[in-house]
């Protein structure tokens, strides 16, 4: 799933971000090397629509859902709570960027927002946190 749209849409959208990556950038980042406030964007599941047998042209939708990983650190505050302070003005921040936002109104819908989890506390005092997001597409075959 290429989400590079995601990723410039944030790039684009976001100020004050040290570090945005992909997936591929993510697992460098658990292991230590990141730069805080920073985004991923990682790709989490994809459904499609069953659609009835057909010969001939096939339209079927197709739901993308993916995660923005958010990494801050607050060490002030070893509890994390100085940390969910400064997570709060970025989550809202993406959401801005993201939802209602409409990358294709030729093949898609707006942007949704799904839902959120912490993901993990680390020893350095980072609070990492992934908010997921979904986009309905539609395809058309030949």
Do not use: H
């Amino acid at each position: 799933m290429d989400l590079t749209f995601v990723l410039d849409r944030l790039k684009t959208e976001l100020s004050g971000i040290r570090q945005f990556g992909g997936a591929a950038d993510l697992d460098a980042a658990i292991s230590g090397s990141v730069t805080v406030p920073a985004v991923f964007v990682m790709p989490q599941t994809e459904a499609a629509e069953k659609t009835p047998m057909a010969t001939g042209v096939v339209r079927q939708t197709f739901t993308p859902n993916w995660g923005v990983v958010l990494v801050v650190s607050n060490r002030r505050d070893a509890s994390g709570a100085a940390a969910l302070g400064d997570l709060a003005p970025l989550r809202l921040a993406v959401r801005q960027a993201l939802v209602g936002w409409v990358p294709d109104d030729a093949t898609g819908e707006p942007v949704l927002g799904t839902g959120g989890r912490l993901l993990r506390m680390d020893g350095d005092g980072r609070l990492w946190w992934v908010d997921s997001f979904e986009l309905k597409t539609y395809f058309r075959s030949n």
